[in-house]
């Protein structure tokens, strides 16, 4: 089992910067893939980010290239994710999930995931 929670959510002006973290118990971290996903109210959750175990494979959703950074600190069973730039349509709950994943890769799917978060809201005003 491992357990996950996400922190760092809030209200934050367009244009503005947030660093959601994703704290893992449990079971050893190192050999998960996590993912960052959000869902918006009224509408289906999607990818936003994954990372590989290593950090050797990372993955984004275009709607977020070059504004979000997915990076992992596997001493403290932490994945963060950098957010800048944002705007309203970034304005979701965010969930971060972790699947077993010892051969280094990613995926874009909610099923490859076995761990999920609680979410943390991020509400971007305009």
């Known amino acids: 089992q491992v357990q996950l929670v996400e922190s760092g959510g809030g209200l934050v002006q367009e244009g503005g910067s947030l660093r959601l973290s994703c704290a893992a118990s449990g079971r050893t971290f190192s050999s998960y893939a996590t993912g960052w996903f959000r869902q918006a109210p009224g509408k289906e959750r999607e990818f936003v980010a994954a990372?590989?175990?290593?950090?050797?494979?990372?993955d984004y959703a275009d709607s977020v290239k070059g504004r979000f950074t997915i990076s992992r600190d596997n001493a403290k069973n932490t994945v963060y994710l950098q957010m800048n730039s944002l705007k309203p349509e970034d304005t979701a709950v965010y969930y971060c999930a972790t699947g077993w994943a010892p051969s280094g890769s990613v995926a874009r799917v909610d099923k490859f995931y076995d761990y999920w978060g609680q979410g943390t809201q991020v509400t971007v005003s305009s």
């Open positions: 990372i590989s175990w290593s950090g050797g494979n990372i």
